[in-house]
Structures are given as structure tokens and as C-alpha cells.
């Protein structure tokens, strides 16, 4: 017997994807959204495509999907992002990996990633991966508040085929993105109690943009490259900051 499988998304005003998303999906049996009061037409335009939508007042990246995977009605799960798109080879291999009989409880998906209408192919962004089908019962997310991941209790795999992602909307939306992820890791390092001090401000931004730019080749994707390591380079800079005002009770 085929396993039916469950795919899962946590929206917020992604009325331009969904049609995309829905359609590159329309191998799982059921599909679920978890949104977080969108003002767009995000909601409307899901429904009208049979999707199921829970609303849910978006707390932190972690809760909001460990959410949308209790209501799931089946073991296997794909929870892709609404920006990244699934190519009918891996859809194949998706429906493939599901239905073996293998020791694998969870598989990583790489991802070419496109920024400003370009494929970015260094600054990091070469080994791109993140883990997007499971099974549920040997799988959660592990509790951050952003950069969440999912903690599987037994073995992951990797698929042959990746998935392309288009995070980039407009520089606003991304920066807009960066900024959120920030004051989420703000958030995470006050409740550990962890202080700024000169270091958070100068050193770890500056190798941040380095790092990426000359060390992981960054430099190579022209200046897609280099607008990628500096915003990026920034928000690291924005998260210690933000901790910073946490910490005097500024807004």
C-alpha cells in the first residue's frame, strides 16, 4: 500500500506563490497551511485550491511548524517553503523515497538558491540544504526561535534531485526577511542570557561578510555576490544590536 503523504507550509501574504506552490505539490493527499493572519489574498486563493487552512498567530519558527506537523493526518510529510519550488523529478523521487523500505526516517533536499533573478552559486549557498520530507513520528523541529531544524530520531538521507529556491521577492522583502531573523536570534540569546560586547559588534559582522564573500567565494557571483554578504553581514550586526536595546528596554 501506497503511503499517503501530507504537505505542510507556514504562510504570511504569499498570494504570488501559492498557485506555484499548490500545482508543484498536487502529489500529496492532503495540503495543509498554517497562516499567520495574512492581509493579502493568500488565504482566498488556497482555499479555492482545496487547501486546508488553520490560522495561528505566528510566535516563533519552531512552534509554527511543529504546529502545522500535529495536523497532519499522515506519517510522511513535505514541508517546503512557499518560495521554493518542486521539479516534477523531485516529486518522482519524493513519491519514490516514501513508498521504499528504507531505514531512512528523513531526507535532505538541496536547494539551488536565486537571488535578484541570478542562481547564486558560492558565498555559501553551494552546499544549501535543509531537511523537507520526514515522518512525523521520528521527527520534530528542535525549538529555536529561527534557523529552526528538524531534530529526526534515526537515520537522514540526502536526495539525488534539488529543490530551486526564490527567496528574493524585492530587496525590501528580503531585508525585511533578514530583519525578522534577527530579532528572533535576539530573542533566543536574551533568554540564554547572553550579553553584547565590542566583539558581537565589530569582529562578528566583519568576518560574516569575509566569510562569505571571500572564503566561501562569494566574491564570484558579481554583485548579486557581494549585496548577498553585505545585508547578510548586517543582520548580524542588527541582531546584537537588538539584543543590546533588549537589554536598556528600548524599542
Given at each position: 500500500m501506497t503511503p499517503k503523504i501530507t504537505a505542510l507550509a507556514i504562510t504570511l501574504n504569499e498570494e504570488e506563490n501559492v498557485k506555484q506552490?499548490?500545482?508543484?505539490l498536487s502529489f500529496a493527499d492532503e495540503i495543509i497551511f498554517v497562516d499567520?493572519?495574512?492581509?493579502?489574498?493568500?488565504?482566498?486563493?488556497?482555499?479555492?485550491?482545496?487547501v486546508k487552512v488553520i490560522q495561528r498567530e505566528?510566535?516563533?519558527?519552531?512552534?509554527?511548524?511543529?504546529?502545522?506537523?500535529?495536523?497532519?493526518?499522515?506519517?510522511?510529510?513535505?514541508?517546503?517553503?512557499?518560495?521554493e519550488i518542486v521539479t516534477p523529478e523531485l516529486k518522482t523521487e519524493i513519491l519514490s523515497v516514501s513508498n521504499s523500505k528504507s531505514e531512512y526516517v528523513a531526507y535532505y533536499a538541496k536547494?539551488?538558491?536565486?537571488?535578484?533573478?541570478?542562481?547564486?552559486?558560492?558565498g555559501g549557498w553551494q552546499s544549501d540544504k535543509a531537511i523537507r520530507v520526514f515522518n512525523k513520528n521520528h521527527c520534530q523541529y528542535n525549538g529555536n526561535l529561527v534557523h529552526e531544524v528538524i531534530a529526526a530520531n534515526g537515520k537522514v538521507g540526502?536526495?539525488?534531485?534539488?529543490?530551486?529556491?526564490?527567496?528574493?521577492?524585492?530587496?525590501?522583502?528580503?531585508?525585511?526577511?533578514?530583519?525578522?531573523?534577527?530579532?528572533l536570534q535576539a530573542e533566543s540569546l536574551y533568554l540564554k542570557n547572553k550579553k553584547p560586547n565590542a566583539y558581537h559588534f565589530f569582529i562578528r559582522p566583519k568576518y560574516r561578510f569575509l566569510w562569505q564573500y571571500i572564503y566561501r567565494l562569494g566574491i564570484l557571483?558579481?554583485?548579486?555576490?557581494?549585496?548577498?554578504?553585505?545585508?547578510?553581514?548586517?543582520?548580524?550586526?542588527?541582531?546584537?544590536?537588538?539584543?543590546?536595546?533588549?537589554?536598556?528596554?528600548?524599542?
Open positions: 506552490y499548490v500545482e508543484s499567520s493572519d495574512s492581509t493579502d489574498k493568500t488565504v482566498e486563493i488556497a482555499k479555492s485550491l482545496g505566528f510566535d516563533n519558527f519552531s512552534n509554527q511548524r511543529n504546529f502545522a506537523i500535529s495536523q497532519a493526518k499522515n506519517d510522511w510529510i513535505v514541508f517546503f517553503d512557499l518560495d536547494r539551488n538558491f536565486h537571488f535578484m533573478g541570478k542562481h547564486i552559486k558560492y540526502f536526495l539525488k534531485e534539488k529543490v530551486n529556491h526564490f527567496s528574493y521577492k524585492s530587496f525590501d522583502n528580503y531585508n525585511n526577511k533578514l530583519n525578522l531573523y534577527s530579532k557571483d558579481g554583485k548579486e555576490g557581494f549585496v548577498l554578504a553585505y545585508v547578510h553581514a548586517f543582520s548580524v550586526f542588527k541582531r546584537y544590536l537588538q539584543l543590546w536595546m533588549m537589554y536598556r528596554k528600548l524599542e
